[in-house]
């Protein structure tokens, strides 16, 4: 970080809020300029981890750093304010392919080893394996998190309301999930005294004992938790659940988090595959074993590994494919269009997007045939999937909701330090023999949990710190003292883990000043209809939950208020002292990339990013005592609001104002505030001139935006466009760009 100047650290991340990015940061530094304030940026994007991790093997010129590394070690610093957009959470297709594109592009990184068998293919597998998946924010996310939808915004959704599906008490949609063998039934928790070293192990049924994770250090009042899922009961689950989808005539769709749980989730999604075509594997098994065909990652990478057969084999392998669906329901789609089912890839079907987004068209999916049809949504882990149930019942009950007069429901969620599922990738395993899975004090030899287990179960080991709980509670109570709201803790005491959060959660409370506070404890179907309740009496009530619930329900509520989560204002106050401000609750939306390709619209919505950026603003100011930094965040938070009261949103259709024209829009409205702002004078001096060329411009620049649009555009790249390319792209009105640059002279 510069010494001199205060800083905000900018990610580059990936798909369209890093193509938004190229846009937005010039507009940025002509604001930040102006309260000498520097505007770092940080390459996080999952082409650059994959660089960075093997820069080793690359020239000189190749090097790219460990941006990560440095961001996670400057979260543990009280100055730092990082701006984190969404980024990839790669699955193994995704990580081909940026594979790929790099090599492509010069870069000579080795192949990803699909079946490693040498230790060197191993070595370099395990490197690769640092970069899938949730890689990124658990580094980032050392401290606890807030989302909820400022004040302005949940006023435009009840103004403007998005649309919304008809829920019908007669739809047939339901969640289906497991009653035993899944994580929720084969867990147990205890929270740690003193600190400890323990490993991992599994005692097979022939005595051998094998030592899976050697060592891992906990600390005093640490909650740890000992969970496995029964493959036999899973595979089971799936069979019971396809045969009821079929003889019952409804659609079959599967909602899994591969990305974030990203070792056990693809095992999850990999039997379904196999259940679903069982018949295939059975015929051709043991060629799929040969090809080292892995369905974990998705019905693609059977057939990319398949294309390498002579043509009739590889036909008779699709028709037997095909005949599967003779006797199977019909299976939900990602794309109708281009034929692509749920089961094509793990990251198609992030159910804390999928789920909302089904609920909100009235609980229906598109199947085969471009149709919406009701469904038999899979969400095989029980533990959080019963909230869905819940919502579906009181939409069945009381129809859709309604954003003209729905509450809404921000939320605090137990995420610092790698907090529950976030911390358990390198814990997490395919069990290879049956035997008792232990969890072993290193020291004494004490067993602190034990499993009994099976081949093929997934087993894992998940911690929250106490320092992070109490830091939830504490953010929890803040936030029920300056919202006025109620907070809802929702935890369940028959699951292990959440009976030791309550013990907590009892224990921390009165730390605090509680007075006249609404704070109550609920198992999370009870939380999910008391907040539904009161929900659709336009009350708002606070949730605070474990990392998981926070994922769902922060994607959940917001798309059935706001039509999105990219309107949230995400906060992580950083356990350290310093900020990490998200943009959005939301992903990178692969679609809007490809529309951008296709017809150079952007739809991504920078919402996000205005509100964190005011409050990284606002922070940046309060800390350096800066007043110019503290109005530069007012001036963009009403410009923020008059962007709402205006609708100079993002359309979704190509000719209309998109991604770029709102950036213009809202760099207008914040030099005009900021113009006519009688606080600092020299301040509205400087950004006079640039409210007046962007006002008497803003027709030839809306011109020079839209009319940029409709044709193919190229990038130069996918994963790692080429910067010239994508900011001439992104940029493309010259009276904007030499408004902005003169801004800054
Ligand atoms: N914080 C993070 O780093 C997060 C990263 N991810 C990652 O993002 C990738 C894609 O995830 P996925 O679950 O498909 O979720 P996305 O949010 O990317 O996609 C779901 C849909 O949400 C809508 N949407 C999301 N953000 C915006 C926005 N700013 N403006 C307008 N619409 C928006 C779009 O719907 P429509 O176009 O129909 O309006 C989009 O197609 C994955 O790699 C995932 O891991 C996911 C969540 C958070
Ligand atoms: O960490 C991830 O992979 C996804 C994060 C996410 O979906 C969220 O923060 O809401
Ligand atoms: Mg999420």
Request: overall charge negative; proline content about 5%; hydrophobic content about 40%.
């Amino acid at each position: 970080m510069s010494a001199e100047k205060p800083t905000i650290i900018y990610t580059l991340t990936d798909e369209a809020p890093m193509l938004a990015t190229y846009a937005f940061l010039p507009v940025i530094r002509a604001f930040a300029d102006a309260a000498d304030i520097n505007i770092e940026t940080s390459d996080i994007s999952v082409a650059a981890r994959i660089l960075a991790e093997f820069s080793d093997l690359l020239p000189e010129d190749q090097k790219v750093p460990d941006n990560l590394g440095e961001l996670g070690r400057l979260t543990q610093l009280p100055e730092t304010n990082i701006i984190k957009l969404p980024n990839i959470s790669a699955s193994v297709p995704q990580l081909l392919a940026a594979i790929k594109e790099l090599q492509e592009k010069g870069y000579d990184l080795p192949e990803f080893p699909g079946n490693p068998k040498t230790d060197e293919e191993k070595a370099i597998r395990d490197r690769y394996t640092k970069c899938l998946g949730s890689a990124v924010n658990p580094v980032l996310r050392e401290g606890n998190s807030d989302r909820r939808a400022p004040k302005a915004v949940k006023e435009y959704a009840r103004k403007h309301p998005h649309s919304m599906g008809e829920w019908s008490m007669a739809s047939r949609t339901h969640v289906a999930h497991m009653t035993e063998g899944d994580f929720y039934h084969g867990e147990k928790s205890m929270t740690v005294s003193g600190d400890r070293e323990v490993k991992m192990e599994l005692i097979t049924s022939d005595g051998e004992t094998l030592v899976l994770k050697p060592k891992v250090s906990l600390t005093d009042g640490d909650v740890i938790d000992s969970m496995y899922m029964s493959k036999k009961a899973l595979v089971e689950f799936y069979e019971e659940q396809i045969e009821d989808a079929y003889k019952t005539g409804v659609m079959f769709s599967l909602h899994v988090k591969a990305t974030m749980m990203r070792v056990s989730h693809p095992i999850v999604f990999g039997h379904a595959v196999k259940v679903f075509y069982k018949d295939a594997f059975a015929k051709h098994g043991e060629l799929f074993d040969e090809l080292g065909v892995n369905v974990n990652n998705g019905l693609s990478d059977l057939y990319s590994k398949i294309e390498s057969l002579p043509s009739a084999q590889r036909e008779e392998i699709i028709d037997d494919l095909h005949k599967c669906h003779e006797h199977r329901p019909e299976l939900a789609m990602v794309d109708s269009a281009r034929g692509i089912s749920n089961f094509h890839s793990p990251s198609d079907v992030i159910v804390d997007a999928s789920m909302p987004a089904m609920i909100r068209a009235g609980g229906k999916m598109y199947g085969a045939d471009g149709r919406l049809k009701d469904t038999k949504a899979v969400n095989p882990e029980s533990t959080f999937s019963r909230i869905y149930q819940e919502m579906i019942n009181f939409c069945k009950t009381n129809g859709q909701f309604d954003p003209t007069t729905m509450g809404t429901v921000p939320n605090v969620g137990l995420m610092a330090q790698k907090a529950e599922e976030y911390g358990s990738h390198d814990k997490t395993f395919e069990v290879p023999a049956a035997g008792v899975a232990n969890i072993t004090d290193l020291a004494t030899g004490e067993v602190l949990l034990t499993q009994n287990v099976e081949e093929g179960d997934i087993w894992r080991l998940c911690i929250v710190k106490d320092a992070p709980i109490q830091d939830w509670v504490k953010l929890a109570v803040t936030r029920c003292r300056d919202s006025g709201m109620p907070v809802l803790f929702w935890l369940d005491p028959y699951r292990p883990h959440e009976n030791e959060l309550i013990k907590k959660v009892h224990k921390y409370l009165p730390d605090h000043d509680t007075e006249g506070l609404d704070i109550q404890i609920m198992s999370q179907v009870r939380a999910m209809r008391y907040t539904l309740e009161r929900v659709i009496r336009g009350m708002d009530t606070i949730a605070a939950t474990g990392n998981i619930l926070r994922d769902y329900l922060t994607d959940l509520f917001p798309i059935l208020e706001l039509g999105t989560s990219a309107k949230m204002l995400s906060i992580v106050p950083l356990m350290a002292g310093g900020g990490l401000y998200e943009t959005g609750a939301g992903g990178s939306a692969p679609k809007h990339v490809k529309q951008l390709i296709e017809e150079n619209h952007l739809r991504w919505d920078s919402l996000g990013e205005f509100l964190a950026l005011a409050v990284s603003l606002e922070e940046l100011g309060k800390k350096t005592d800066d007043k110019r930094a503290v109005l530069l965040a007012k001036a963009l938070d009403a410009a923020t609001g008059k962007l709402l009261e205006n609708d100079k949103g993002p359309s979704r259709a190509a000719g209309e104002l998109d991604n770029r024209g709102s950036q213009f829009y809202l760099a207008m409205y914040w030099a005009q505030e900021l113009a006519e702002q009688t606080e600092d004078p020299d301040l509205a001096k400087r950004f006079t001139s640039l409210a007046q060329a962007l006002a008497q411009n803003e027709d030839a620049i809306v011109g020079e935006l839209n009319g940029a649009q409709g044709d193919h555009v190229d990038l130069g790249g996918y994963y790692y466009p080429d910067p010239e390319m994508t900011a001439s792209v992104m940029r493309p009105s010259k009276t904007f760009n030499d408004a902005l640059a003169a801004a800054r002279d």
